[in-house]
Structure formats: C-alpha cells, structure tokens
C-alpha cells in the first residue's frame, strides 16, 4: 500500500486507478479502526508516517460531496462521520462530531466536540465541551482535554509532525496546543497557556532558567507566562510558557475529578 499511496502522490493521473483508489479507502479504514497510525512512538522517539499523511490528503480527492444527517442535523461533506460507537465502547454526547478516519479508542468520551480525520484518541481520555482535535494529532490514554480546548491539525507539508499529548496529561481549559508541540507523559497544562513550535517554555524552578521550544517535558506544570523583549519602538512584554514545578499528590487531586467524568460501562 505505501508503494501505491507513493506512486499516486508523485503522479496524480494514477488516482482514477482502481488498485489506488482501494489502497486509499483501505489506509482510512484502518486509522478508522486505530490498526495504522499517522505517528507513532518507537522507543522514546516518534516517527512519523508521511505516506498515511499522503493517503488522507488523496482521500479528499477521490470523495464526492454528500449530504449527511444526524437526526434533525443535517451536514455536507466529503467524508463520512464515525459509526459503531456502542460496540466501541465509546461515548459520544450530541452535538459531537468525530468524522471517519480519526480513532476514538475504548472508554473516551466526547462531551459536543470535535475530532478529525487521522487524529488518535487513546483510551480513558475525554474531550470536553468545545474541545477540537485536528487531523492527524495524537492523544494518549487518561487525557483530559478541558473545556475549549484547541489541539492543532496538521497535513501539509507531510513531513511535518503533529501535536503529540502523551498518557496522563491534564490540558487546561482554553489552552491551545499547535504546530507539532509535544507534550509530556503526565504534564498539567494550566488554563489559558499556548504552546506553539516556537513558543519559549522555560523552566524556572532552577537558579538559572532552562529554556525549551516545542517540548514539554513529562509531569511538568505549565502556567501562561510573559517575558520583555526589545524593540526598535521599546520594551515590550512577549508571551511565553512557564514551568513552575512537577506534578505532584496535591497537583493529582486538583484533577481527580477526571475520574469521576470519566466513569463509562
């Protein structure tokens, strides 16, 4: 298949082809089914599998617009929405959307969110009131993704990682995470705090500060932050991510109420 999904991206006559097209469907049914994903962690490190990328984006070009409906909503697209949510266990609460391709493992819930095509929910994980997924982002297990919530998509260029929230992690509400940031196996994020490729995260639990960009490391405490930074016109204070300490018992009880939401089955 990945042979197939390269020849066609090189070459997009071959896309009326009927082995290409079958390649393509058979790609999004198993990000639909979590059997392959966009990334995935070997080791400690994450590799990302830019043919799969290639697949979703030639998928929109092979599907024809069509009217769906749920219910009384009605929706026009080019790409199906999720079914078998009962016999996946999984929760989803009107007006939630997942579209056909993104993974919604055991045990998540969506309270009205968003999830789209490629993106990777792990199991135990909600996604609260608001809170969107973007294609191809890869959520770990026992994630709470607070009330409006943003995790960025990404497909082009294919290269490109997307968001990574490990295990464990607690995004606080309204916080945004985009650009192929990754996040920490049990990190809090607090409300508000926007993490970005080039955002400044800096830790300053230490004498001397110690700066990251893109990376937050596991158990972290994050809190909106600013810093000054000179301009021709003067000073001025510029946004940034703090890390004011580890996640700890008293950090774990603040964020025990995920576990009463989370009661499913």
Same mark, same amino acid.
């Given at each position: ?5 390269? *020849?066609? #991206? +090189? ?9 290409? %097209? ?6 999004? +049914? ?6 392959? /994903? ?7 490190? #994450?590799?990302?599998?830019? #043919? ?34 009962? %016999?996946?266990?999984?929760?989803? &609460?009107?007006?939630?959307? !997942?579209?056909?391709? !993104? ?23 909600? &996604? +609260? ?7 191809? !982002? %890869? ?10 919530? @943003?995790?960025? @998509? ?19 509400? *309204? ?37 990251? /960009? ?52």
């Amino acid at each position: 298949m990945q042979q197939t999904i390269d *020849r066609a #991206w +090189d070459d997009r006559t071959l896309i009326d082809n009927a082995t290409t %097209q079958e390649a393509i469907r058979t790609v999004i +049914d198993m990000l639909d089914k979590g059997a392959l /994903r966009v990334a995935e962690p070997i080791g400690d490190e #994450w590799r990302v599998n830019e #043919w799969v990328k290639k697949a979703v984006l030639l998928y929109f070009s092979i599907q024809d617009m069509q009217t769906l409906e749920a219910g009384p909503m009605e929706y026009r697209d080019k790409l199906p929405l999720k079914h078998e949510h009962a %016999q996946n266990a999984v929760r989803i &609460v009107p007006p939630a959307v !997942a579209r056909y391709g !993104a993974y919604l493992a055991p045990g998540v819930i969506m309270m009205p969110s968003y999830v789209n095509i490629g993106a990777y929910v792990d199991s135990g994980t909600m &996604v +609260d009131t608001w809170a969107t997924v973007g294609s191809c !982002a %890869q959520v770990g297990k026992n994630v709470h993704l607070s009330g409006g919530v @943003g995790i960025g @998509g990404v497909l082009e260029p294919v290269q490109a990682a997307p968001v990574i929230i490990e295990d464990d992690c607690f995004i606080g509400s *309204r916080s945004i995470v985009v650009e192929g940031a990754h996040i920490g196996r049990e990190a809090v994020i607090g409300a508000g705090t926007t993490i970005t490729a080039s955002t400044k995260i800096i830790d300053v639990t230490q004498t001397e500060p110690k700066e990251y /960009r893109g990376y937050v490391p596991p158990r972290s405490v994050v809190i909106p932050g600013s810093y000054t930074r000179h301009y021709p016109s003067g000073d001025y204070n510029v946004n940034c991510a703090l890390i004011i300490g580890q996640r700890k018992d008293s950090t774990n009880k603040k964020t025990s109420l995920n576990e009463a939401l989370r009661l499913f089955n």
